[in-house]
């Protein structure tokens, strides 16, 4: 059982000011503070769709509720596998579990820590129905052949762009290049409404799918067509996103400045390896992780975490190990006593996570996340960059 205030340390405020406040002020005053009362829901739907370049928006209430929608909407159910990576926030994986379906994890690019393309085709069997890319960090996925394995096979692509909001592929935004994409809206994201999420998509089926799902499968009242759920943004986290979204590019532009300013200081240091960043996209970067390397330095990266931590803490620790080694997977945890979906009867096969996929094993040991966001200081990355140098250099006397 995780300690009451297991989360309380961690805390990335949003850049937020005035405006947001004054916005949701005048929702409040308005009296109408739902889907079905409020307009700025729609109206935040319409401007995220044209800012990503889909015909399509459907707001819910988390990034959690995206994916569960998406994979909900596109028909995935009881016997179905989806690739995943098994280097990203854990909703990936479990929105695929709450829709009864497998989730298959495949190893990532040791260069963009994104789904490796390469890998997947050896992972596809008769039952794969869908692949989901997660844009890690900010970082766009290899999305032509992952497109290009997708079609050949007949599957479905979720880009999972939680973490890429205003990131780019070959000069296309993220959440318009595969079927659906999926953002989430949570406080420390690059753009922000509390909680929050939404799903982009061109496909207008689709997008009259997602929002029966969001709202218990009710078109109008009392009709109920599908199965569906409470997931309905509230009009407060609109207005939000209303103001968040104009000022997206200029947050984000803050985030690839300080990133900017840290490679330009670390590149070069022995053991730090800056991000990759490949040609054709544009990185927002969410995170900033650059890799440390154990053998230059001679420590582990918690040890070398823990050096860096003394005093004021700069960094934390992220995705410490890959999703399924966590005892959720270990011991396929699912619905209920008989562990549903594993032992569906329409499945009909006995997977095991006792796998290893080498290249996520070893990203999860070097890798390490310094803080770039926006309300971070010229003066703080300047700390960061000292406290490394510093670290090093002791290390170096060591060895
Ligand atoms: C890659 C990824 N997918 C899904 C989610 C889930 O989003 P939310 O926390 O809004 O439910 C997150 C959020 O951290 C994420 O980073």
């Known amino acids: 059982m995780a300690k009451k205030d297991a989360f309380e340390s961690v805390h990335f405020p949003p850049m937020m000011d005035d405006e947001e406040i004054e916005a949701v002020m005048r929702v409040l005053k308005s009296k109408r503070l739902t889907l079905l009362s409020g307009k700025r829901i729609k109206k935040f739907e319409k401007e995220f769709a044209k800012y990503v370049g889909t015909r399509e928006a459907i707001a819910v209430n988390s990034g959690t509720a995206a994916l569960h929608v998406a994979l909900s909407a596109l028909g995935v159910g009881p016997g179905d596998e989806i690739i995943v990576p098994p280097f990203t926030f854990v909703a990936t994986a479990t929105a695929v579990l709450h829709q009864n379906a497998i989730p298959i994890f495949v190893d990532i690019d040791p260069k963009t820590y994104c789904l490796n393309p390469?890998?997947?085709e050896k992972a596809i069997t008769s039952k794969t129905k869908g692949i989901i890319p997660v844009h890690l960090f900010g970082h766009p996925a290899d999305m032509d052949p992952i497109l290009e394995i997708a079609e050949k096979h007949d599957l479905f692509v979720i880009e999972d762009a939680c973490q890429a909001h205003g990131a780019e592929y070959k000069g296309k935004k993220v959440g318009s290049i595969g079927d659906m994409g999926c953002f989430s809206f949570f406080e420390s994201k690059n753009m922000m409404t509390g909680e929050g999420g939404i799903i982009t998509t061109n496909n207008e089926e689709l997008?009259?799918?997602?929002?029966?799902?969001?709202?218990?499968?009710?078109?109008?009242w009392y009709v109920y067509e599908r199965l569906g759920y409470n997931y309905r943004m509230t009009e407060v986290q609109a207005a939000l996103g209303l103001v968040q979204l104009r000022k997206?590019?200029?947050?984000?532009?803050?985030?690839?400045?300080?990133?900017?300013?840290f490679?330009?200081?670390l590149e070069g240091i022995e053991g730090i390896q800056i991000p990759y960043v490949s040609k054709d996209v544009k990185h927002v970067y969410h995170v900033y992780a650059p890799l440390m390397e154990p053998e230059k330095l001679n420590v582990s990266k918690d040890q070398f975490l823990e050096m860096l931590n003394k005093g004021v803490p700069i960094t934390k620790r992220i995705y410490?190990?890959?999703?399924?080694?966590?005892?959720?997977?270990?011991e396929r945890m699912g619905y209920g006593k008989v562990k549903c979906p594993y032992t569906c009867p329409y499945y009909g096969k006995n997977i095991t996570?006792?796998?290893?996929?080498?290249v996520v094993e070893e990203i999860c040991t070097r890798v390490i996340g310094l803080p770039n966001m926006p309300?971070?200081?010229k003066e703080v990355l300047d700390n960061v960059i000292e406290k490394i140098q510093q670290v090093v250099r002791e290390l170096q006397t060591k060895l």
């Open 118 to 120: 390469a890998e997947i």
């Open 207 to 220: 997008a009259e799918a997602a929002r029966l799902v969001r709202h218990h499968g009710e078109p109008s």
């Open 248 to 261: 997206l590019d200029k947050m984000n532009q803050i985030r690839i400045d300080n990133a900017n300013y």
């Open 263 to 265: 490679t330009k200081h």
């Open 320 to 330: 410490p190990q890959p999703l399924y080694k966590s005892k959720l997977f270990q």
């Open 353 to 358: 996570y006792d796998i290893h996929l080498p």
């Open 375 to 377: 309300f971070v200081h």
